[in-house]
């Protein structure tokens, strides 16, 4: 059979990684594809840096316009990220037919919907496992691996460079600027790298899990996203103190009233498996009501990693060719037409439970009007401990731990408990998730 010919914009980190693998593996993958796929063109601005990369074995362009409309190209890949010139490529290749896949997590949580209806209108396939978590096949194992449960939540850790944060400031004690700085040159961060420790990357990631989990549209404005650029190391140290861990989650949840979208810093109990993963790797638990809870764990981001969720999308892909376009499986999962209407909570009505940590006078009675503001507001406490006065300070820290209760409602309790003229510094407030059985 006649080779699938592949366009690719963008050989950056991750397009390099692509080009490695598919020349290493051609022969591999053709088995599995049932003929041969090759890259046939690039398009980078960096002509050098395009020609190092891919030698004599693809025609190098600096008009990514050029590959879109090129006749010989079955499947364009999108790697150059954004929001702008990457969507109306995109949408070019669709309009040309091309079969497209894409890493472009940003792109396709503001603008899949669009993309997606014009893909299904043109007959074509956008795939996108390389996305999400890297080289984990978390969108094949929802999408259809998972197709016979109804999805109860999901929860995950899937952006690399926080949780590398994250654990090198817990493991070693390390500063939160020094550790980012390692990240960056490590290569994980975005080009951006406030998207990754703001949650945004991740607020990405988790509209596009809940979309084919719940049979949602993409909903990304409506994501609650709190990043890691507050916390500090005594916060991870008291929680670990407590038997938790602190974990950017991204956490997507079905309730009676709609769906809980957040990705937050979040308390995990030591001994669940999700709070034992470190540095950049990715992992998300999946609760099916038939399967149960399942676990996708590997690297989520790097060269080789991501590229092998794209050269799985391309085999895919080409073995669709042959399937007629109402028949293949669904872009979010679920029948455009059939998707779900049910909203996304507003963060004032999602129910967890938190870590609180206040900086109080170290005298009699602080405890009891803490205590009282959070019983009159129906809040329980599920642990509590005060730490030692430092050497001369007249200031202690309370670390609480509360039972499930309405965001809401913590917000009353913490606005009240600041005013307290004992208490001596903003109330920090961390969610807590259990991921148990339920
Ligand atoms: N910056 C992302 C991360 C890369 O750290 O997870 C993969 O999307």
């Known amino acids: 059979m006649k080779p699938i010919k592949v366009g690719l914009l963008g050989i950056g980190t991750v397009g390099g990684g692509t080009f490695r693998v598919l020349r290493r593996n051609q022969e591999e993958i053709a088995r599995r594809a049932g003929r041969a796929i090759g890259i046939a063109m690039v398009a980078d601005t960096d002509l050098d840096k395009a020609r190092a990369a891919v030698g004599d074995f693809a025609r190098v362009s600096a008009d990514a316009w050029e590959v879109v409309g090129h006749p010989d190209i079955d499947i364009v890949v999108e790697l150059i990220g954004g929001t702008g010139i990457a969507r109306e490529l995109v949408l070019k290749a669709i309009e040309n037919g091309k079969q497209v896949v894409t890493a472009n997590k940003a792109l396709l949580a503001t603008h899949g919907n669009e993309i997606f209806a014009a893909a299904q209108r043109r007959g074509v396939s956008v795939a996108f496992e390389a996305a999400v978590a890297g080289g984990v096949p978390i969108i094949k194992a929802l999408r259809e691996g998972l197709s016979g449960n109804r999805i109860e939540w999901i929860a995950g850790i899937i952006n690399g460079t926080s949780n590398f944060i994250l654990s090198e400031m817990r493991a070693k004690g390390k500063a939160f600027g020094d550790v980012l700085k390692e990240a960056q040159a490590l290569g994980y961060a975005e080009a951006d790298p406030t998207f990754d420790i703001e949650g945004i990357d991740a607020a990405h990631k988790l509209t596009i899990l809940a979309a084919i989990g719940f049979g949602i549209p993409m909903q990304l404005s409506a994501c609650y996203t709190e990043g890691i650029a507050r916390l500090t190391r005594e916060d991870i140290r008291y929680a670990e103190e407590?038997?938790?861990?602190?974990?950017?989650?991204?956490?997507?949840?079905?309730?009676?009233?709609?769906?809980?979208?957040?990705?937050?810093?979040?308390?995990?109990?030591?001994?669940?498996?999700?709070?034992?993963?470190?540095?950049?790797?990715?992992?998300?638990?999946?609760?099916?009501?038939?399967?149960?809870?399942?676990?996708?764990?590997?690297?989520?981001?790097?060269?080789?990693?991501?590229?092998?969720?794209?050269?799985?999308?391309?085999?895919?892909?080409?073995?669709?060719?042959?399937?007629?376009?109402?028949?293949?499986?669904?872009?979010?999962?679920?029948?455009?037409?059939?998707?779900?209407?049910?909203?996304?909570?507003?963060?004032?009505?999602?129910?967890?439970?938190?870590?609180?940590?206040?900086?109080?006078?170290?005298?009699?009675?602080?405890?009891?009007?803490?205590?009282?503001?959070?019983?009159?507001?129906?809040?329980?406490?599920?642990?509590?401990?005060?730490?030692?006065?430092?050497?001369?300070?007249?200031?202690?820290?309370?670390?609480?731990?509360?039972?499930?209760?309405?965001?809401?409602?913590?917000?009353?309790?913490?606005?009240?408990?600041?005013?307290?003229p004992v208490v001596r510094a903003k109330v920090t407030r961390i969610r807590l998730e259990a991921l148990g059985a339920s």
């Open 242 to 420: 407590l038997g938790y861990r602190i974990k950017l989650l991204g956490v997507a949840k079905r309730t009676a009233q709609g769906f809980e979208l957040r990705v937050h810093p979040t308390l995990i109990p030591a001994k669940r498996l999700i709070a034992n993963v470190e540095g950049v790797m990715n992992a998300i638990l999946v609760k099916g009501d038939a399967v149960g809870q399942t676990m996708y764990y590997g690297p989520g981001a790097g060269a080789e990693p991501t590229a092998s969720a794209i050269v799985a999308d391309l085999v895919d892909v080409t073995r669709m060719h042959t399937v007629d376009p109402r028949h293949r499986v669904p872009h979010l999962a679920f029948q455009p037409d059939l998707l779900s209407n049910l909203p996304i909570l507003p963060m004032d009505e999602v129910e967890t439970a938190y870590y609180l940590r206040l900086r109080v006078d170290d005298r009699p009675g602080v405890l009891a009007d803490i205590t009282r503001i959070l019983a009159d507001l129906a809040i329980s406490i599920d642990a509590m401990v005060q730490k030692e006065p430092g050497e001369g300070e007249q200031q202690v820290d309370i670390v609480m731990l509360t039972h499930l209760t309405r965001e809401k409602h913590i917000k009353a309790a913490i606005e009240r408990i600041e005013s307290l």
